[in-house]
């Protein structure tokens, strides 16, 4: 059977201000990401999604683009993002890219065109709406807080951004937009990229009437209603007519409110708008509509086994899935989802990894996930720097009545900063990222935590990454094989089936930090068990250790 190459894929995501710093200023950059190609290589994975390197006032670290055609003077030069591509690709390596097209900075020169006169020909670029009674248009909230209206004095009227101030969206109805992003995409796949990421792609259609809704706690109206995702199906149809079917690429698109039905659409295998979405519903357990995600409870396992089995089972053979724990929008997953004590963190990041990457789809794996890397110890918000957190500490204290202490508690456990502090490298100064200051404060635990104590240790958290990854490559039953999820109302254990042709996989992880009977299913008792699977040296019969992870073959 011949697939697609991105479905036998793993993607290693980049967030390049973090990832490696080559010239002593504190902020990652292409040359640095160049210089550690050869550690990606032997980690094994095939393709590299690149989180913003355009160029950006930095707002919100790059989703906040000023030219599509630059790259950011602090990251490096085109030059060296040629240099890049071409290393990568002579290793094996694909890059795709990170498309921010929901919305660009607001120093964009089509926005400083916008914003210039009602007349501009750029005007229509954005959405602008006149006040209501002296007011805006409706009373919904941006993702960093205040209204998604901002008013402009010079021209009086209001533009509609969803994220920050400085990110107003564009007008995706507006035709002469959609060609614009086209070309640009157009440009960067004609360069030699591999295909793209697709920020808040499901976002790009608006509701045209700007409803208003209940308002919470900070007096604005949840943002989800104005997101009419249904209606941009047929300009991604466009974008794969006119742009992607000249080329063969690995598309994912980020669509925070994906359904298993929806995701049929974006992601159906006849391959007439994207490889695969990634979905929010396993990462979005926890939350209240009053704090949002800000909580500490962590998600339960049956939980979170019913969003995988309905995934799975849902979109085997008609669409693709993504599979991924964490990214630089979400905490560390040994934090979050495994256990970051020091006697079980290597433990539990095996099995997250185990678990993750023998299911059905491609996984992702973001940078230092590998390594095990885990929160941090944040106290005070002057160690944080993202936008979106320090909006959240005045809401959780201004308006939720939460201490200091309750809110460091949410920071500690959800902070998007938690993945953006500096790859550890080495246990040396500053982890080996920069020999100058960090622009994020590395984390104390770097020497313990590091690449250089693990890239040649065989029982290392990087080497069963490299093992799972390796396993991948050369097991269609791992790739394609159907899903079944079993024991579903386990609170411990996580235990699926894999099935293809005439074999079966199973695979069991122990979720927990206590020993948990259990017995290997009548028809697996004189299977094969899988090294690249396993955490624990030899099983232990008729028993899951804590925090276990194992896997076996066998003929059906
Ligand atoms: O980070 C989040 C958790 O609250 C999300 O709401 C996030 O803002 C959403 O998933 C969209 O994320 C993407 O677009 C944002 C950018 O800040 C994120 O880094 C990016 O992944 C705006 O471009
Ligand atoms: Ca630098």
Not at 9 to 33: C, E, H, K, L
Not at 281 to 286: D, R
């Amino acid at each position: 059977m011949t697939r697609p190459w991105w479905q036998q894929s793993v993607v290693y995501q980049i967030y390049p201000r973090s990832f490696a710093d080559s010239n002593g200023d504190g902020i990652g950059d292409i040359p640095g990401i160049t210089a550690h190609l050869p550690y990606l290589a032997k980690l094994g994975i095939d393709v590299i999604w690149l989180s913003p390197v355009y160029a950006s006032p930095m707002d919100d670290n790059g989703y906040d683009i000023s030219d599509y055609r630059a790259i950011a003077p602090e990251f490096g030069t085109m030059a060296d993002f040629d240099h890049m591509l071409q290393t990568a690709h002579d290793l094996g390596i694909r890059i795709v890219m990170d498309l921010v097209a929901n919305h660009t900075s607001d120093e964009h020169e089509w926005f400083v065109q916008s914003r210039s006169s009602r007349n501009n020909p750029h005007r229509d670029y954005y959405i602008w709406r006149d006040a209501v009674d002296g007011h805006e248009p409706s009373n919904m909230g941006a993702v960093f807080g205040g209204s998604i209206w901002e008013w402009d004095e010079h021209t009086q009227q209001y533009y509609l951004h969803c994220f920050s101030k400085k990110q107003p969206d564009l007008n995706w109805e507006n035709p002469r937009v959609r060609d614009e992003v086209f070309r640009m995409m157009d440009w960067w796949l004609a360069k030699g990229v591999d295909g793209f990421r697709m920020d808040v792609i499901g976002m790009i259609a608006k509701d045209p009437s700007f409803p208003s809704g209940e308002p919470g706690p900070t007096g604005y109206a949840p943002l989800y209603p104005l997101i009419q995702d249904e209606r941009v199906h047929p300009w991604l149809r466009e974008m794969r007519q006119r742009v992607l079917s000249k080329y063969d690429t690995l598309t994912v698109g980020e669509v925070g409110g994906a359904t298993v039905e929806t995701a049929k659409k974006y992601a159906d295998l006849d391959g007439s708008e994207l490889s695969m979405v990634f979905q929010f519903e396993h990462v979005g357990l926890t939350g209240t509509p009053e704090r949002g995600k800000w909580v500490t409870d962590k998600p339960r396992l049956v939980d979170l086994k019913r969003v995988f089995d309905r995934w799975e089972r849902g979109l085997d053979g008609v669409a693709w899935n993504s599979l991924y724990w964490d990214n630089h929008d979400q905490p560390r997953a040994v934090s979050r989802w495994g256990n970051d004590a020091p006697q079980w963190r290597e433990l539990s990041a095996k099995m997250l990894a185990t678990c993750l990457h023998l299911m059905q789809g491609t996984p992702y794996v973001y940078q230092g996930e590998e390594l095990g890397m885990t929160n941090f110890p944040f106290e005070r918000m002057d160690q944080i720097d993202d936008l979106e957190a320090h909006d959240a500490y005045r809401m959780l204290t201004r308006d939720c009545g939460c201490s200091h202490d309750e809110a460091m508690a949410a920071m500690r456990e959800i902070c998007r900063d938690n993945a953006r502090t500096p790859m550890q490298w080495d246990d040396g100064p500053q982890a080996g990222f920069t020999t100058g200051t960090p622009w994020l404060a590395v984390n104390p635990n770097h020497t313990q935590i590091n690449a250089a104590a693990q890239q040649d240790d065989p029982t290392s958290v990087f080497a069963h990454y490299q093992g799972l990854i390796a396993l991948r490559r050369r097991s269609e039953l791992v790739v394609g094989g159907s899903f079944c999820l079993l024991e579903p109302e386990s609170e411990e254990l996580f235990v699926y089936e894999r099935v293809l042709g005439n074999e079966r996989m199973l695979v069991a992880c122990n979720f927990s930090d206590h020993d948990v009977l259990w017995q290997l299913p009548e028809e697996y008792r004189s299977a094969e068990r899988i090294p690249e699977a396993c955490n624990y040296d030899a099983p232990e019969p008729g028993t899951l250790r804590p925090y276990e992870s194992m896997a076996v073959l066998a003929a059906i």
